[in-house]
Nanobody, 120 residues
Framework: QVQLVESGGGLEQAGGSLRLSCANS????????MGWYRQAPGKQRELVAV???????NYADSVKGRFTISRDNAKNMVYLQMNSLKPEDTAVYYC??????????????WGQGTQVTVSS
């Protein structure tokens, strides 16, 4: 069992910043790809940013230059620094982690989500 807990969401004005954190715990041997997704009301869940185990990153075009994903492998954490927020960034943000347990079984786990609301 791998547990993910997101934190850092909230209400922010347009142009402001928020930092999301995702803590991973449980039977973790190795964390591979870690990412952030979001889902706005009435829309499908979409990729925001991902980071691989060697630090390579990929971002949705809509957040490039504004958001930064990072990870701390020693702490099993992944972060999303969100700057220059826009009202269209309003969504529930989900952490996703893929890796292997101590028995080398693959896992693909999701957090419960954290609400980000950006006011204009």
């Amino acid at each position: 069992q791998v547990q993910l807990v997101e934190s850092g969401g909230g209400l922010e004005q347009a142009g402001g910043s928020l930092r999301l954190s995702c803590a991973n715990s449980g039977n973790i041997f190795r964390l591979n790809v870690m990412g952030w997704y979001r889902q706005a009301p009435g829309k499908q869940r979409e990729l925001v940013a991902v980071i691989t185990s060697d630090g390579s990153t990929n971002y949705a075009d809509s957040v490039k230059g504004r958001f930064t994903i990072s990870r701390d492998n020693a702490k099993n954490m992944v972060y999303l620094q969100m700057n220059s927020l826009k009202p269209e960034d309003t969504a529930v943000y989900y952490c996703n982690v893929q890796g292997r347990t101590s028995s080398l079984r693959r896992f693909d786990s999701w957090g419960q989500g954290t609400q980000v609301t950006v006011s204009s």
